[in-house]
């Protein structure tokens, strides 16, 4: 009769191996699952955004998209007055849709975000979003605490108590409440295609891009929060969503089929996170897409914006000139 006896330890070595084998084999594909699947909720977060914004629009006698100059307007009577430009920044967007409860703040944080001063609004000690604020009997339409500072490098300790009344300006909160780049609301663009009837080519909002000047420094590209955020961790990609609603990848800062016109039959591809014109009202500079009107296209007109322009615009803007966006910092706590 045989006796039953156990693994010898060199057998038991041998299982652990290929044990530790098999998980080291499963682990970066589990990984891999994991990041499609982050990346599209990414993608199903963001085309709701947009969903909320069309609807929105139904209550536009021009279709626009939300404007928030065209919200809280100058002057104190609802739905009266002129435009409020210094008002058309990232936070006063997200705040008003947050604030009509088109969507709610946790949809603005992407499922693959990683920079840390992005944050939902009320979670990692920043304010919770006051519904209270939107009072149009008291001429306030949103709370202006919301945060638009992706160039952060770290939340402040006073996140919490920082005031509710930021609108104007640079005076935002030092944190960022969402993941989501969106077009400048200035210029021919924001005119013709911020709106529920625009171009299937043109991309409204999207995955947040590089500064164009310093694409070609290896660390700042690599190292970027927003390069990690899609794909290969060293190789910058995207999501946009067109005026359509559908939604696209990118790995490209020009994306194929998004044109910019230059005196009508000089088509060019579009950088999407720069812009191709004059942000200055006096500027008469030939080298962007900045001409029309007269025969030859030479006069500039007051916002002559023709081409899409992508980013986080935490500062003032102006009817005659929008500020450049911010861009996020390396990941190593420096710009």
């Known amino acids: 009769m045989r006796k039953n006896r156990g693994f010898t330890l060199i057998e038991l070595l041998v299982v652990i191996a290929i ?12 990984a ?4 499609n699947a982050r990346e599209t909720k990414d993608r199903a977060q963001i085309k709701q955004i947009h969903a909320g914004m069309l609807i929105a629009a139904q209550n536009d006698k021009k279709g626009l998209l939300p404007v928030p ?15 409020s430009y210094e008002y058309n920044n990232t936070r006063s967007l997200y705040a008003i849709m947050i604030s009509k409860e088109f969507f ?36 306030t339409f949103w709370d202006g605490g919301f945060g638009d500072k992706v ?36 210029g021919i663009r924001r005119d013709t295609q911020w709106k529920n009837t625009g171009d299937s080519t043109k991309p409204l909002l999207g995955t947040r891009g ?16 927003a390069t990690q955020l899609h794909g290969p961790r060293q190789e910058w990609n995207g999501i946009l969503v067109f005026a359509d609603n559908h939604v696209d990848g990118t790995n490209s800062f020009k994306p194929e089929g998004v044109t910019y016109e230059c005196g009508g039959d000089n088509v ?6 720069d812009a191709d014109f004059p942000t200055s009202g006096s500027s008469t500079s030939a080298t962007k897409c900045n001409k029309r009107g007269g025969n030859n296209g030479t006069t500039l007109l007051p916002k002559s914006a023709g081409d899409t322009w992508l980013g986080m615009f935490p500062n003032k803007c102006l009817q005659t000139s929008y500020s450049a966006p911010a861009f996020d910092p390396k990941n190593d706590g420096t710009q």
């Not at 009577?77 to 002129?82: A, F, K, N, R, V």
């Not at 603005?108 to 006051?130: F, L, S």
């Not at 070609?216 to 690599?222: A, F, G, L, W």
């Open 32 to 35: 891999k699952a994991q990041q």
């Open 268 to 273: 060019k591809r579009d950088d999407i996170y």
């Open 104 to 139: 709610l703040p946790d949809l603005c944080i992407g499922a693959t975000e990683i920079n840390p001063v992005v944050v939902e609004m009320g979670k990692m000690g920043t304010r919770p979003y006051d519904f209270s604020k939107y009072n149009p009997a008291q001429d």
């Open 210 to 225: 590089l500064n164009p000047s310093r694409r070609t420094d290896s660390e700042y590209y690599q190292k970027n929060y």
């Open 19 to 30: 044990i530790a084998l098999l998980i080291g084999l499963l682990l970066p594909a589990l």
């Open 151 to 186: 160039d952060a490098v770290s939340i402040p300790s006073s996140a919490a108590t920082q005031s509710a009344n930021y609108k104007l300006g640079g005076n935002g909160p030092g944190y960022c409440n969402t993941s989501y780049a969106h077009n400048a609301l200035w």
């Open 69 to 83: 100059g065209l919200v809280d307007r100058k002057g104190g009577e609802q739905g009266m007055g002129l435009e």
